[in-house]
């Protein structure tokens, strides 16, 4: 039988287990085994609702409900005797990446990352905030490139609010919260790209709040279509390329720029078989585990992440899960802030195979790998003008970004479209106006939600996702 | 002959009823909703079943809907509670395009297409004001069972204006005009005409059609059809057991999902045949 609801914790040394919970009350079964350890409050324990908290209590509490600790990491409950009903049949029977690594990607304070500086003496690390960094380069002069995407819904905005006005999405708010509460102290330099205003105006904020941070900003063209634009961009990654020089202390040849191509070309070959099984076998890969697995690659050395992207794709080659009755969607969202998992788990279980999205995870910014011959720095700038996936912030006159969709629907053979916007995005709502002509003039099903990334409460997105997908499935 | 059941669970009651191939009801339970989910929604289906002088093998599906919908763990299916009252309304007023459902905690309004298929739809925000808790706590402290709040109401001559958008401080209305001695049914109309007002705003929100058909468990009470009414301005319709239609609505679209999947199954036995042949 499955495991069932997992509860993350980490032990502190006291036999204390410190738990970030993260409790799916969705089974009422569960809600009242946990309330009878009374460790939660009921203003915590709500139905349907996943709360985040942090709360301490003993082991043995709960190994007297005959629940106890696997991997040192997940308390789960076993024993099934009390069980009055037999499982629902919605869930999946092998081994979740998700639970695996959650909380490396949910934890506001890097610990992973500050643990790896420790152990890395003199390592520089550069903060990449979205999107389309030349992680090459960074890697190339000896560096960590690190996503920062933002303090997802563990982290509450107190300080950035006076710096920001109340319209602004919230990622720029949320980066630099963790900036001003101190806790990307482990960052040398951060990285910023023409991608909004509010992004740009992120970047001056940061120069002038953290002076002893190499804050830098690369300008991307506008103009895709002009012959002069690969020339533009390789200079300006000339640029940046020379900064980081001085940072790290060493000069990036040529070779040891193509050494860090080929490596990431490894990543991106791994990352595009991902999202082939994904779009392939839905029902084998979700698209929370894809997400998962794509964006601890923004966390931990390039290196680290082939290993077990190699190793997850062998396990997930190994299952063989029954197709569920389910709408076949393309989620479109000009992702640079992110939505909480929970959202995307959500959607999945609201009954859709998401088969394509535009998540930007794991460096994912090229379809295609980047030639090893010729300059390796032209061929980032080639990469970038020709094969870069599209976003919200990259204007390509050469191919409309509704084609592009519509495009993508036809390939995958998707019955329905999803656009979920960052609340006050405005790439993502000017995107909206071209998709939603397109998808209608096509007879494509869609439906527009928005987000924040520090929704916690996902009753209504949820509602609204089961409704659309059971107009389709009950037409 | 199959049957299949329908689980409404909402906030305040878990209504089960069980149809045939027929479409006619064979067993009807409500019960209230208490923190053991799957042990109330076992409940009430066991006394429907009892109703139905059937035995729980004897369902062949089961849907369930209502802010509970994922909390009985021998579903075949759940459904959102938007889907399900739509299906209902339609199969009861096969004219109706517009529908608004009430219930304890929530308020949706939808527009829908003649299939029952909900076309856009609007739900309350997470506020008591706009739902049958605000009634109840009314009711609660004007001393009045809530079985006679309807019949109250409807009687009332001169309703009170209670028009605060926030259930705290419209008890503080409520305490002005019980002070000021207005009469009971006047200040409960009040409270009937304040919701009609929020609702109209959410139907309108959804798309407003000629002929509204209003469901879930505040529907019952008289006054506030009549409150409805006289805001919307067009025809109300409310069937006899307005606080079953999402159980009504989940059960019919059982039947649809069992009609498919035994389409499929002769379907692949055709396909097996013909290869064998």
Same mark, same amino acid.
């Given at each position: 039988?499955?495991?069932?609801?997992?509860?993350?914790?980490?032990?502190?040394?006291?036999?204390?287990?410190?738990?970030?919970?993260?409790?799916?009350?969705?089974?009422?079964?569960?809600?009242?085994?946990?309330?009878?350890?009374?460790?939660?409050?009921?203003?915590?324990?709500?139905?349907?609702?996943?709360?985040?908290?942090?709360?301490?209590?003993?082991?043995?509490?709960?190994?007297?409900?005959?629940?106890?600790?696997?991997?040192?990491?997940?308390?789960?409950?076993?024993?099934?005797?009390?069980?009055?009903?037999?499982?629902?049949?919605?869930?999946?029977?092998?081994?979740?990446?998700?639970?695996?690594?959650?909380?490396?990607?949910?934890?506001?304070?890097?610990?992973?990352?500050?643990?790896?500086?420790?152990?890395?003496?003199?390592?520089?690390?550069?903060?990449?905030?979205?999107?389309?960094?030349?992680?090459?380069?960074?890697?190339?002069?000896?560096?960590?490139?690190?996503?920062?995407?933002?303090?997802?819904?563990?982290?509450?905005?107190?300080?950035?609010?006076?710096?920001?006005?109340?319209?602004?999405?919230?990622?720029?708010?949320?980066?630099?919260?963790?900036?001003?509460?101190?806790?990307?102290?482990?960052?040398?330099?951060?990285?910023?790209?023409?991608?909004?205003?509010?992004?740009?105006?992120?970047?001056?904020?940061?120069?002038?709040?953290?002076?002893?941070?190499?804050?830098?900003?690369?300008?991307?063209?506008?103009?895709?279509?002009?012959?002069?634009?690969?020339?533009?961009?390789?200079?300006?990654?000339?640029?940046?390329?020379?900064?980081?020089?001085?940072?790290?202390?060493?000069?990036?040849?040529?070779?040891?720029?193509?050494?860090?191509?080929?490596?990431?070309?490894?990543?991106?070959?791994?990352?595009?078989?991902?999202?082939?099984?994904?779009?392939?076998?839905?029902?084998?890969?979700?698209?929370?585990?894809?997400?998962?697995?794509?964006?601890?690659?923004?966390?931990?050395?390039?290196?680290?992440?082939?290993?077990?992207?190699?190793?997850?794709?062998?396990?997930?080659?190994?299952?063989?899960?029954?197709?569920?009755?389910?709408?076949?969607?393309?989620?479109?969202?000009?992702?640079?802030?992110?939505?909480?998992?929970?959202?995307?788990?959500?959607?999945?279980?609201?009954?859709?195979?998401?088969?394509?999205?535009?998540?930007?995870?794991?460096?994912?910014?090229?379809?295609?790998?980047?030639?090893?011959?010729?300059?390796?720095?032209?061929?980032?700038?080639?990469?970038?003008?020709?094969?870069?996936?599209?976003?919200?912030?990259?204007?390509?006159?050469?191919?409309?970004?509704?084609?592009?969709?519509?495009?993508?629907?036809?390939?995958?053979?998707?019955?329905?479209?999803?656009?979920?916007?960052?609340?006050?995005?405005?790439?993502?709502?000017?995107?909206?106006?071209?998709?939603?002509?397109?998808?209608?003039?096509?007879?494509?099903?869609?439906?527009?939600?928005?987000?924040?990334?520090?929704?916690?409460?996902?009753?209504?997105?949820?509602?609204?996702?089961?409704?659309?997908?059971?107009?389709?499935?009950?037409? | 002959?199959?049957?299949?059941?329908?689980?409404?669970?909402?906030?305040?009651?878990?209504?089960?009823? !069980?149809?045939?191939? %027929?479409?006619?009801?064979?067993? /009807?339970?409500? =019960?209230?909703?208490?923190?053991?989910?799957?042990? @109330?929604?076992?409940?009430?289906?066991?006394?429907?079943?009892?109703?139905?002088?059937?035995?729980?093998?004897?369902?062949?599906?089961?849907?369930?809907?209502?802010?509970?919908?994922?909390?009985?763990?021998?579903?075949? !299916?759940?459904?959102? %509670?938007?889907?399900?009252?739509? /299906?209902?309304? =339609?199969?009861?007023?096969?004219?109706?395009?517009? @529908?608004l459902?009430i219930?304890a905690q929530s308020t949706?309004a939808?527009?829908?297409?003649?299939?029952?298929?909900?076309?856009?739809?609007r739900?309350n925000d997470k506020c008591a004001a706009g739902a049958g808790g605000f009634i109840e706590r009314a009711a609660k402290y004007l001393e009045v069972k809530i079985?006679e709040v309807g019949d109250l109401s409807i009687q009332a001559t001169k309703p009170q204006t209670i028009s605060s958008v926030c259930a705290v401080l419209a008890e503080s209305e409520i305490i002005n005009h019980v002070s000021s001695g207005e009469k009971i049914g006047d200040i409960l109309r009040g409270v009937h005409n304040s919701l009609a007002s929020r609702a109209l705003a959410l139907i309108k929100r959804?798309?407003l059609?000629?002929?509204v058909?209003f469901?879930g468990g505040v529907a019952r009470q008289k006054g506030m059809v009549k409150a409805l009414e006289e805001t919307v301005k067009t025809?109300v319709?409310v069937?006899?057991?307005?606080?079953?239609?999402?159980?009504?609505?989940?059960?019919?679209?059982?039947?649809?999902?069992?009609?498919?999947?035994?389409?499929?199954?002769?379907?692949?036995?055709?396909?097996?045949?013909?290869?064998?042949?």
């Amino acid at each position: 039988m499955t495991p069932l609801r997992k509860i993350l914790c980490t032990e502190s040394s006291n036999k204390q287990v410190v738990c970030h919970t993260r409790i799916v009350c969705k089974d009422v079964y569960y809600l009242n085994k946990i309330q009878e350890l009374g460790i939660f409050t009921n203003s915590f324990l709500n139905l349907g609702k996943t709360h985040a908290t942090t709360h301490s209590f003993h082991l043995n509490q709960y190994r007297q409900f005959g629940w106890h600790i696997t991997c040192g990491k997940t308390i789960q409950r076993t024993d099934r005797n009390e069980q009055p009903f037999e499982r629902s049949r919605d869930e999946m029977t092998s081994e979740n990446f998700v639970d695996r690594y959650r909380e490396l990607i949910e934890d506001p304070t890097f610990s992973r990352i500050v643990e790896w500086k420790a152990n890395h003496s003199g390592s520089k690390i550069i903060g990449c905030y979205p999107v389309y960094t030349p992680v090459e380069l960074i890697h190339a002069a000896g560096m960590l490139p690190v996503g920062i995407l933002g303090g997802g819904n563990r982290l509450e905005i107190a300080h950035a609010d006076s710096r920001f006005q109340s319209f602004i999405c919230s990622i720029v708010k949320s980066t630099l919260e963790l900036g001003l509460t101190g806790k990307l102290h482990f960052l040398d330099g951060i990285v910023f790209h023409s991608i909004c205003d509010p992004a740009r105006n992120l970047a001056s904020v940061f120069q002038r709040n953290f002076p002893q941070m190499m804050v830098e900003f690369i300008h991307f063209p506008q103009n895709m279509v002009s012959p002069h634009t690969v020339k533009y961009l390789s200079a300006e990654y000339r640029r940046i390329k020379s900064a980081y020089e001085g940072l790290a202390g060493k000069a990036v040849t040529d070779e040891a720029l193509r050494q860090s191509i080929r490596i990431y070309n490894e990543q991106r070959k791994l990352i595009r078989e991902l999202y082939r099984i994904r779009s392939e076998k839905p029902h084998n890969l979700s698209t929370a585990e894809c997400y998962v697995l794509n964006r601890i690659g923004t966390l931990l050395p390039v290196e680290e992440h082939i290993a077990i992207v190699k190793e997850a794709i062998a396990a997930i080659n190994q299952r063989d899960e029954k197709p569920k009755d389910r709408i076949r969607v393309i989620l479109e969202g000009s992702f640079c802030e992110q939505p909480p998992l929970e959202l995307i788990e959500g959607l999945e279980a609201a009954g859709c195979y998401l088969l394509d999205d535009d998540f930007l995870q794991g460096w994912r910014w090229f379809l295609k790998d980047i030639p090893l011959d010729g300059e390796p720095i032209q061929n980032l700038a080639r990469a970038y003008l020709d094969h870069s996936v599209f976003s919200g912030v990259k204007h390509d006159l050469r191919e409309p970004k509704s084609k592009h969709l519509i495009d993508k629907v036809r390939e995958t053979g998707a019955n329905a479209v999803i656009i979920l916007a960052a609340k006050f995005c405005e790439p993502a709502l000017f995107d909206y106006a071209l998709y939603r002509q397109a998808l209608e003039r096509e007879g494509i099903p869609h439906l527009y939600l928005e987000f924040e990334e520090k929704m916690w409460i996902f009753d209504k997105s949820r509602t609204e996702v089961e409704t659309f997908v059971e107009s389709m499935l009950f037409d | 002959m199959s049957f299949v059941a329908g689980i409404d669970m909402g906030a305040k009651s878990t209504k089960v009823l !069980i149809l045939d191939e %027929e479409k006619r009801i064979q067993g /009807r339970s409500v =019960v209230k909703t208490r923190v053991d989910f799957p042990a @109330v929604a076992k409940e009430a289906v066991n006394t429907a079943l009892q109703q139905a002088g059937l035995k729980e093998k004897d369902l062949s599906y089961i849907a369930t809907t209502g802010f509970g919908r994922y909390n009985v763990p021998f579903r075949d !299916i759940q459904i959102t %509670e938007i889907t399900s009252v739509a /299906r209902g309304a =339609v199969f009861l007023f096969p004219k109706t395009r517009c @529908v608004l459902d009430i219930g304890a905690q929530s308020t949706r309004a939808m527009r829908i297409l003649g299939t029952g298929k909900v076309q856009n739809f609007r739900t309350n925000d997470k506020c008591a004001a706009g739902a049958g808790g605000f009634i109840e706590r009314a009711a609660k402290y004007l001393e009045v069972k809530i079985e006679e709040v309807g019949d109250l109401s409807i009687q009332a001559t001169k309703p009170q204006t209670i028009s605060s958008v926030c259930a705290v401080l419209a008890e503080s209305e409520i305490i002005n005009h019980v002070s000021s001695g207005e009469k009971i049914g006047d200040i409960l109309r009040g409270v009937h005409n304040s919701l009609a007002s929020r609702a109209l705003a959410l139907i309108k929100r959804a798309g407003l059609e000629d002929e509204v058909t209003f469901v879930g468990g505040v529907a019952r009470q008289k006054g506030m059809v009549k409150a409805l009414e006289e805001t919307v301005k067009t025809k109300v319709n409310v069937s006899e057991e307005p606080d079953m239609i999402g159980a009504l609505g989940a059960a019919l679209l059982a039947l649809r999902r069992l009609e498919k999947i035994r389409q499929d199954r002769e379907k692949e036995t055709t396909t097996e045949e013909t290869r064998a042949v």
